[in-house]
């Protein structure tokens, strides 16, 4: 006697079930048991019913996929015992064209970003409508896309009906910025996400970043710095004089760095001191922090002077844009402040030059008493434990030159390369990201080095003579330990040789 089983399938998408989805989902599509995924026609693009497929691909389920008609769909769940396949029964649709409806699937896109990690979300424009894109991890991966005007009806939704400047037309051929409102974010455990446009040959562009606020301040230890590292920092934290330098590219978790460094300033003086910062936006919530935003028509110089004028101890500057920011923040060192800040560069010692280049006098910029820290970090992918495979065993394709430089940079059998995936990582082979960094505290003879000879001269006195450690050995390091693929570093970082080219040290 034939099974029920095998004549009736049962809906794996069904309430209880293993792959349970919502009832809106319901609508659009049902897995069965026999490895059948039906899918009402017409929705083949809609960005969750990717996002469920891409669900399944990461778990490596097997199944085809069937085109149907929404009363197949309904005839499959209520022959399953009647479960409700959502309120708009039998009518097809592709997106809800109310602007509650897509304030409700941008929510939903927010909260699938969110549970992913990711760091930013992408709607790229595309010949035929838009691609759905989450950064995670430092990498982009496809969410799903928008057909048509699909997608340029949702920037619309997003930018006209749930950011702060609600009201502002969007102008899709134009560049515009703006911010979520909080009530959009705090549900998806976010303390904001920035928004920027910008036009392309495809249409308009859209990148989300962000925010994350769980609570929880990341230790230095937990962010990935070395212990000689993290004594530097401590030192610098304890510090309430002179200017400290965060520097490193966009998304290298500069932000997080400075929550964790002023939370520990606070907590060292028992939050005794006035601590102000200065942010377009504030991005990070600092416990015992009087944070504000630079107003919208406010320049940098002038929000730098009224910030002093409020009596602060410790400053934080959220970026110095420009000489006049520049020179207000030094101004500000000078008077005897704290002073932190951020710039945007590759290495702990081009921060000098940055500063030259804004126009700051040399007397001020190459001050030791003045300058009293300069960290650069980056980010690079943390190798998840359960696949990784060691280099010697690696089966991947991998360019000689790489191959070479593992060979003579690295200490071979205790190298790993990225595996294909598995349930523990998500099928991504990573499962984080760690903080590769140069921390320098330039003292006299430092700072003439670079005055008189230059950034290069600078940084192999401080390497070969002071023994600092660059973000090249660093780098190596966690190599050595298994902990990052070689590959991953090279593009992330730098190359593995730099070092031997750059500052001279031997192979």
Same mark, same amino acid.
């Given at each position: 006697?034939?099974?029920?089983?095998?004549? =009736?399938? *049962? #809906?794996?998408?069904? #309430?209880?079930?293993?792959?349970?989805?919502?009832?809106?989902?319901?609508?659009?599509?049902?897995?069965?048991?026999?490895?059948?995924?039906? *899918?009402?026609?017409?929705?083949?693009?809609?960005?969750?019913?990717?996002?469920? *497929?891409?669900?399944?691909?990461?778990?490596?389920?097997?199944?085809?996929?069937?085109?149907?008609?929404?009363?197949?769909?309904?005839?499959?769940?209520?022959?399953?015992?009647?479960?409700?396949?959502?309120?708009?029964?039998?009518?097809?649709?592709?997106?809800?064209?109310?602007?509650? /409806?897509?304030?409700?699937?941008?929510?939903?896109?927010?909260?699938?970003?969110?549970?992913?990690?990711?760091?930013?979300?992408?709607?790229?424009?595309?010949?035929?409508?838009?691609?759905?894109?989450?950064?995670?991890?430092?990498? %982009?991966?496809?969410?799903?896309?928008?057909?048509?005007?699909?997608?340029?009806?949702?920037?619309?939704?997003?930018?006209?009906?749930?950011?702060?400047?609600? /009201?502002?037309?969007?102008?899709? /051929?134009?560049?515009?910025?703006?911010?979520?409102?909080?009530?959009?974010?705090?549900?998806?455990?976010?303390?904001?996400?920035?928004?920027?446009?910008?036009? =392309?040959?495809?249409?308009?562009?859209?990148?989300?970043?962000?925010?994350?606020?769980?609570?929880?301040?990341?230790? %230095?230890?937990?962010?990935?710095?070395?212990?000689?590292?993290?004594?530097?920092?401590?030192?610098?934290?304890?510090?309430?004089?002179?200017?400290?330098?965060?520097?490193? =590219?966009?998304?290298?978790?500069?932000?997080?760095?400075?929550?964790?460094?002023?939370?520990?300033?606070?907590?060292?003086?028992?939050?005794?001191?006035?601590?102000?910062?200065?942010?377009?936006?504030?991005?990070?919530?600092?416990?015992?922090?009087?944070?504000?935003?630079?107003?919208?028509?406010?320049?940098?110089?002038?929000?730098?002077?009224? %910030?002093?004028?409020?009596? #602060?101890?410790?400053?934080?500057?959220?970026?110095?844009?420009?000489?006049?920011?520049?020179?207000?923040?030094?101004?500000?060192?000078?008077?005897?402040?704290?002073?932190?800040?951020?710039?945007?560069?590759?290495?702990?010692?081009?921060?000098?030059?940055?500063?030259?280049?804004?126009?700051?006098?040399?007397?001020?910029?190459?001050?030791?008493?003045?300058?009293?820290?300069?960290?650069?970090?980056?980010?690079?992918?943390? %190798?998840?434990?359960?696949?990784?495979?060691?280099?010697?065993?690696?089966?991947?394709?991998?360019?000689?030159?790489?191959?070479?430089?593992?060979?003579?940079?690295?200490? *071979?059998?205790?190298?790993?390369?990225?595996?294909?995936?598995?349930?523990?990582?998500?099928?991504? /082979?990573?499962?984080?990201?760690?903080?590769?960094?140069?921390?320098?505290?330039?003292?006299?003879?430092?700072?003439?080095?670079?005055?008189?000879?230059?950034?290069?001269?600078?940084?192999?006195?401080?390497?070969?003579?002071?023994?600092?450690?660059?973000?090249?050995?660093?780098?190596?390091?966690?190599?050595?330990?298994?902990?990052?693929? #070689?590959?991953?570093?090279?593009?992330?970082?730098?190359?593995?040789?730099?070092?031997?080219?750059?500052?001279?040290?031997?192979?």
């Amino acid at each position: 006697m034939t099974s029920l089983a095998i004549l =009736t399938p *049962v #809906p794996l998408t069904a #309430p209880g079930q293993t792959w349970e989805v919502d009832a809106e989902l319901r609508e659009k599509l049902c897995l069965t048991n026999d490895g059948v995924l039906h *899918v009402v026609d017409g929705y083949g693009g809609n960005h969750f019913v990717m996002a469920f *497929v891409e669900r399944l691909r990461r778990a490596r389920f097997n199944h085809s996929t069937e085109y149907v008609k929404p009363e197949h769909l309904q005839a499959l769940y209520r022959g399953y015992g009647g479960a409700v396949v959502g309120s708009r029964q039998g009518q097809q649709y592709v997106g809800n064209e109310a602007s509650g /409806g897509k304030q409700d699937d941008v929510v939903k896109i927010l909260r699938s970003a969110t549970e992913a990690g990711a760091s930013d979300i992408h709607f790229f424009a595309t010949p035929k409508g838009h691609q759905l894109s989450f950064r995670v991890h430092g990498e %982009l991966e496809p969410a799903a896309s928008f057909a048509g005007r699909d997608g340029e009806a949702m920037l619309s939704t997003i930018y006209e009906t749930m950011s702060e400047s609600t /009201g502002t037309n969007y102008r899709p /051929g134009e560049s515009q910025g703006g911010r979520l409102r909080s009530e959009f974010v705090t549900e998806c455990g976010l303390f904001g996400a920035r928004l920027e446009t910008r036009p =392309t040959l495809n249409g308009p562009w859209m990148a989300m970043r962000l925010l994350y606020d769980s609570g929880m301040i990341l230790t %230095l230890d937990q962010m990935g710095y070395l212990p000689t590292q993290i004594e530097a920092l401590t030192r610098l934290v304890h510090r309430i004089d002179g200017m400290v330098l965060l520097t490193g =590219t966009t998304g290298s978790g500069k932000s997080t760095s400075i929550q964790t460094l002023l939370s520990m300033l606070l907590e060292s003086v028992n939050y005794t001191i006035n601590l102000v910062t200065l942010e377009d936006p504030v991005e990070y919530r600092i416990k015992g922090a009087n944070q504000t935003p630079k107003g919208p028509k406010e320049e940098w110089a002038e929000a730098i002077a009224n %910030l002093m004028r409020l009596d #602060p101890d410790v400053a934080l500057i959220g970026e110095m844009r420009d000489t006049a920011s520049a020179l207000a923040a030094f101004q500000a060192a000078l008077t005897g402040h704290g002073l932190w800040s951020t710039l945007h560069v590759n290495s702990a010692t081009a921060s000098l030059q940055r500063l030259h280049d804004l126009g700051v006098e040399d007397s001020l910029a190459y001050d030791p008493s003045l300058v009293k820290g300069l960290v650069n970090q980056s980010l690079t992918r943390v %190798l998840c434990k359960a696949c990784k495979v060691p280099f010697e065993r690696f089966k991947g394709p991998i360019s000689a030159d790489l191959k070479t430089r593992i060979q003579t940079h690295c200490i *071979v059998e205790q190298v790993f390369m990225k595996g294909d995936g598995c349930s523990e990582c998500n099928g991504r /082979g990573v499962v984080g990201r760690t903080a590769i960094a140069e921390i320098i505290q330039p003292d006299l003879a430092f700072m003439r080095k670079f005055r008189d000879h230059g950034k290069a001269e600078a940084q192999a006195f401080w390497v070969n003579e002071q023994g600092g450690v660059t973000k090249n050995a660093h780098l190596l390091k966690r190599i050595n330990e298994g902990m990052v693929d #070689p590959s991953h570093g090279e593009r992330d970082i730098c190359a593995l040789d730099e070092d031997v080219a750059i500052v001279g040290v031997r192979s």
